[in-house]
């Protein structure tokens, strides 16, 4: 094993200087920016109708993906299920699609 000489010490603390400023410290109190004012008035007025349409299409779009998330949520299930008992060694598990005879 690489043991360390007696002569030297396990551990040893090094004095950090602290680092000087390199910024001058800010004398009072500056706004970055020079207001808000010029970017919250605007000259156009706001078209509250193009608004609305946004938003139903925002709806309809949520409604979208919450009906596929349902639809697959339920193919999920299905499947897990038929799954299930092809695995507990049932038989016609799966649903037999029929068409009603024709009475003709």
Do not use: H
Not at 24 to 44: I, Q, S
Not at 50 to 62: S, T
Not at 74 to 85: G, L, P, S
């Amino acid at each position: 094993m690489n043991a360390p000489p007696a002569e030297e010490e396990k551990g040893r603390v090094l004095p950090f200087r602290q680092r000087k400023r390199t910024r001058p410290a800010p004398k009072g109190k500056e706004e970055a920016v020079g207001g808000l004012a010029k970017f919250a008035a605007r000259n156009d007025p706001d078209d509250y109708r193009q608004r609305m349409i946004n938003n139903g299409l925002a709806f309809v779009a949520c409604l979208v993906l919450v009906g596929i998330g349902v639809w697959i949520a339920t193919t999920m299930a299905e499947i897990r299920k038929n799954q299930d008992c092809v695995l507990s060694g049932r038989r016609d598990c799966a649903k037999a699609i029929t068409s009603p005879a024709d009475p003709k």
